[in-house]
C-alpha cells in the first residue's frame, strides 16, 4: 500500500482544522492518504513517529510531518504548484493573507468552536470535557460552553456581516472574483462551512440565510464545487498508524533543511537542542530536537521516530509558536 503523492493526514472526521486541509486536496483533486486518530489524546500513532504535538490535524509529505493548517496550505501550494489555488501576486494575494489572519488568529474560527451546542453528544462525555480542559489549558463544562455561547453568536453574526457587506456586497461568487473557488475561499470560508453543519448552533432568528443571503449562497455553492471534485476524483487511501508510520519512515525527505537567517534574534545555529510549542492551544505538549531549519516563518527540527529507528522533521510555522533552547524551554510562558 503506497500514500498517493507521498501525503498523508492524521485527522478525525469532525476537526473543522482537519476539514479545511480536506476540502483543500479535494478541490485540488490531490490524491492522499488518511490515517483516523482519537479524538482525544493519547494518539500512539503519532507518539511513534516522535511527535508530542496534539492539535490535528498533522500532515505527513515523504518524512517530513508539518503541524498547524496554516503551514500545511502553504506546503501543499509549494510543493504541488501545478494546479494550485492561491493567488500570486497584488491585491488578491493580500487579501487572501488577511483572511488568513482574521479568520484563524483573528478569533473567527474559535468562535464558531464556541457555537457548539451543549447538547451534542460528544460534550456529555466527561473524558471528552477533561480531553479539553487540557488543550485549551482553562476549565471547560457544559456550563462554561453556555455561558460563553452569547459572546460567541455576537461574534460569528459580526463575522456574517463582514462578509455580506465588503467581499460579497457586489454579488460575486467567489471572494477573489475566481472562476471557482481558491485558497482566498477556502482560508474564509472554514469555520462557516462546518457550523453550519451542527443543528442548533446557530439561532436562526440572528443568523440564517435571511439576514445574509450572500453568505449563505457563497457557502452553498462552495458545497456544490466540493461535491463534484469528490465525485470525480479518487477516494482517500486508508491507513493504519502501523502502515502510516512505515511509509513515512522509509520514505526520502521532501525538503532540504540547513537554514538559518543570520539576522533571526533567537540567535540559534544549526543542530542546536530546541523546543517548540503553540502558544494559544495544546501549549503543554512541546516537541523537542535538532535545530535543522530557521526562517521567518518557519521552523523545522530533527527528531526520531524510535520504532522504525529514523529520523523524521518536525515543521511548525513562527506564528503562534514559541522556539526556545531545550535547557531554557521550561520556563514559564
Known amino acids: 500500500m503506497e500514500a498517493p503523492n507521498g501525503i498523508i493526514i492524521f485527522h478525525y472526521p469532525f476537526s473543522p482544522y482537519a476539514r479545511r486541509v480536506i476540502r483543500y486536496l479535494q478541490l485540488r483533486g490531490l490524491a492522499y492518504a488518511e490515517c483516523m486518530q482519537p479524538h482525544i489524546m493519547p494518539r500512539p500513532d503519532l507518539s511513534a513517529l516522535g511527535v508530542a504535538y496534539r492539535r490535528i490535524p498533522v500532515m505527513a509529505i515523504g518524512r517530513d510531518i508539518y503541524c498547524d493548517t496554516r ?11 501545478q494546479g494550485a489555488l492561491g493567488a500570486t501576486g497584488g491585491e488578491h494575494k493580500a487579501i487572501q493573507h488577511l ?42 463544562s457544559k456550563e462554561t460552553i453556555e455561558q460563553g455561547r452569547p459572546e460567541a453568536i455576537v461574534a460569528l453574526r459580526d463575522a456574517f456581516e463582514l462578509l455580506e457587506s465588503t467581499l460579497l456586497a457586489d454579488g460575486r ?58 465525485a470525480s476524483g479518487s477516494k482517500a487511501v486508508k491507513l493504519d498508524g502501523e502502515a502510516a508510520g512505515k511509509l513515512i519512515c522509509g ?26 510549542w503553540p502558544l494559544d492551544s495544546g501549549s503543554s505538549h512541546h516537541d523537542k530536537g535538532k535545530l535543522v531549519s530557521l526562517t521567518w516563518d518557519e521552523v523545522v527540527l530533527a527528531t526520531k521516530a524510535e520504532k522504525w529507528d529514523a529520523e523524521v522533521r518536525l515543521h511548525f510555522p513562527r506564528r503562534g509558536f514559541r522556539v526556545a533552547r531545550a535547557a531554557s524551554a521550561s520556563a514559564k510562558i
Open 251 to 276: 520514505a526520502s525527505f521532501a525538503e532540504s533543511g540547513g537554514k538559518i537567517d543570520a539576522a533571526d534574534p533567537l540567535g540559534l545555529e544549526l543542530g542546536s537542542e530546541v523546543e517548540v
Open 173 to 230: 461568487s467567489w471572494v477573489l472574483q475566481t472562476e471557482g473557488p481558491s485558497l482566498g475561499d477556502i482560508e474564509a470560508i472554514w469555520p462557516f462551512d462546518w457550523i453550519l453543519d451542527m443543528a442548533g448552533a446557530l439561532p436562526p432568528e440572528i443568523i440564517s440565510a435571511k439576514q445574509f443571503p450572500k453568505v449563505f449562497d457563497w457557502i452553498q455553492r462552495f458545497r456544490e464545487s466540493v461535491e463534484q471534485a469528490q
Open 99 to 140: 483572511l488568513n489572519r482574521w479568520v484563524t488568529d483573528g478569533g473567527v474560527s474559535m468562535r464558531a468552536v464556541g457555537l457548539m451546542p451543549p447538547s451534542l453528544p460528544i460534550l456529555q462525555d466527561p473524558k471528552f470535557l477533561k480531553d479539553r480542559q487540557d488543550f485549551l489549558g482553562r476549565p471547560l
Open 71 to 81: 503551514l500545511m496550505l502553504r506546503k501543499l501550494e509549494e510543493q504541488f504548484p
